[in-house]
């Protein structure tokens, strides 16, 4: 079965790191692109990050463009996001989330649970 | 403010047809496919339609996904009550907004 498993959400002071990570099992995970996408309380979906399955390509919202950093390692089967110099605002549900092709087009599947973090002092 | 522009809401009865709108422009619908997520509700998003109207096995024929131009739409057929969610469209953008966007969902409640 694809899965993939995030973990490390908390609560954090505005200022202060986190770093999330991903697990995936049930794929080739080295094979495949990833994402970090995430949902603040109440609210619809943002994109957050992307890495390409060998880190040679990687893309941020502006929004995290600065603070985050999107890495795998592909040896662990294992999505990372380390969060910096976090704000108010970054308060959400990550959800990282696999990249499949086919023909010109592109979507995300499967999502994981998810992990929560609270940014507040 | 969503790049991708969808009702905040829509509803219908058992067994009727609601279709959902999702508007862009040509830097992501006009030039991309669209994709929709539902998302029941208290968990994580699921893919619905794929590049614009293809259904990943396991989601039933009642869903249906259409793009014409710089718009896409989602129908849901014979209505049923485990449809009451929130969906999502998204698609690539070629402008700095991407490279994905979404739309802002649309909560579909069944009377």
């Known amino acids: 079965e694809v899965q993939l498993v995030e973990s490390g959400g908390g609560l954090v002071q505005p200022g202060g790191s986190l770093r999330l990570s991903c697990a995936a099992s049930g794929f080739t995970f080295s094979s495949y692109s990833m994402n970090w996408v995430r949902q603040a309380p109440g609210k619809g979906l943002e994109w957050v990050s992307y890495?390409?399955?060998?880190?040679?390509?990687?893309y941020y919202a502006d929004s995290v463009k600065g603070r985050f950093t999107i890495s795998r390692d592909n040896a662990k089967n294992s999505l990372y996001l380390q969060m910096n110099s976090l704000r108010d605002e970054d308060t959400a549900v990550y959800y990282c989330?696999?990249?499949?092709?086919?023909?010109?087009?592109?979507?995300?599947?499967?999502w994981g649970q998810g992990t929560l973090v609270t940014v507040s002092s | 403010q969503s790049v991708l522009t969808q009702p905040p809401s829509a509803s219908g009865t058992p067994g009727q047809r609601v279709t959902i709108s999702c508007s862009g422009s040509?830097?992501?619908?006009?030039?991309?496919?669209v994709n929709w997520y539902q998302q029941l509700p208290g968990t994580a998003p699921k893919l619905l339609i794929y590049s614009n109207n293809q259904r990943p096995s396991g989601v039933p024929d009642r869903f249906s996904g259409s793009k014409s131009g710089t718009s896409a739409s989602l129908a849901i057929s014979g209505l049923q009550s485990e449809d009451e969610a929130d969906y999502y469209c998204?698609?690539?953008?070629?402008?700095?907004?991407?490279?994905?966007?979404f739309g802002g969902g649309t909560k579909l409640t069944v009377l």
């Open positions: 040509s830097s992501n619908i006009g030039s991309n496919t």
């Open positions: 998204a698609a690539w953008d070629d402008s700095l907004n991407g490279p994905w966007v």
């Open positions: 989330a696999r990249v499949r092709y086919s023909y010109g087009s592109d979507w995300f599947d499967p």
């Open positions: 890495i390409s399955s060998s880190s040679s390509t990687i």
